[in-house]
């Protein structure tokens, strides 16, 4: 369970509580955490499929939506299932590596999907303010390039905080009140000196999400500057309708974690098991919702899932 060098005490393993102060509620928790975890999986997988499928949605937009839809999935999966194997078998026991592997896993694919929330942003704002040169401007090189470019982004930022976890020594308490690790939620129970790990974990998230919510304000307000331009209000309706189902993502994804963020600032003495709560919601909603908004706002995805249905009961 522990091993000991010259520091002292280090653990190697530790124990999730899920939500302290809620233990006896866990079982009824469960099952809006597993209905989530259930409508993620198949919604985002259905979302993929279709798009994959059918060669009429090989657009820029609906990539992007593909994109985002496979990073739901793994945001999903790397965290929900520990939650429900505490909430059903007490089952809350993880090693050091296991936890490191999933602040990695969680940590990069959120800044994933907030730099494919970026470029669908950008996506959209070609698409209005440049209609004539939409397919030259978004060609399938340069997807691949952003692509690329989103992914190395994320997985380079996050990458040092497994050498910036691995060198501290916890030698205090190895239980953690929480249904998943975390960067800070981990390292605050290192006796080593941890500056090195806020600063750095602050400077990921100005240099990502940060950025990336400047960049997709000021993507959106030049799309209004270029709608509110256009002479003909059919014309006007029809291009902010384009961005609604973004809109929608957006606040979803960006809005709890900002609310989280601000709790965790200024709410000190809102019980710890809100604050976890919090914490899921940015989990378990947006790659529950998304492929709902999507299939429900944008018609062609809507009409190949119609299609798909119906030649299934023929």
């Known amino acids: 369970m522990t091993t000991t060098n010259h520091t002292g005490i280090s653990h190697t393993v530790f124990r999730l509580l899920g939500i302290p102060g809620l233990e006896d509620q866990h079982m009824w928790i469960s099952i809006p955490f597993f209905i989530s975890y259930v409508i993620a999986l198949l919604g985002n997988s259905l979302l993929i499929f279709i798009i994959l499928t059918k060669r009429s949605l090989h657009e820029p937009m609906y990539l992007f939506l593909c994109m985002l839809a496979g990073a739901d999935i793994v945001l999903s999966a790397c965290t929900v299932p520990q939650a429900l194997a ?16 999933q602040v990695f896993f969680y940590s990069s694919t959120f800044i994933s999907e907030s730099g494919i929330l970026l470029v669908m942003a950008f996506d959209r704002y070609i698409a209005i303010c440049y209609p004539l040169r939409y397919g030259t401007i978004l060609t399938h090189a340069l997807i691949g390039r952003m692509s690329v470019t989103i ?46 790990n806020i600063w750095y974990g602050l400077f990921v ?47 979803l994804f960006y809005g709890p974690g900002i609310f989280t963020s601000l709790i965790q600032r200024f709410g000190r003495h809102i019980p710890p098991h809100i604050h976890i709560l919090l914490a899921n919601v940015c989990i378990l909603v947006p790659p529950m919702l998304n492929p709902i908004i999507y299939g429900i706002k944008t018609k062609q995805i809507r009409d190949q899932v119609v299609e798909m249905l119906f030649t299934k009961q023929k």
């Open 151 to 196: 992914f190395l982004r994320s997985y380079g930022t996050i990458f040092p905080i497994i050498f910036l976890l691995k060198r501290l020594t916890f030698c205090q308490n190895n239980i953690i009140p929480h249904t998943f690790c975390e960067h800070i939620g981990l390292a605050k129970y290192a006796c080593d000196d941890i500056q090195v």
């Open 86 to 101: 505490i909430f059903w078998f007490h089952a809350g026991e993880i090693s050091l590596d296991c936890c490191i592997t």
């Open 205 to 251: 998230i100005v240099s990502t999400v940060v950025l990336d919510v400047l960049l997709i304000f000021i993507s959106y307000v030049l799309i209004l500057h270029a709608v509110f331009h256009i002479p003909s209000q059919d014309a006007r309706h029809k291009a902010l309708n384009t961005c609604g189902s973004h809109v929608c993502i957006i606040i």
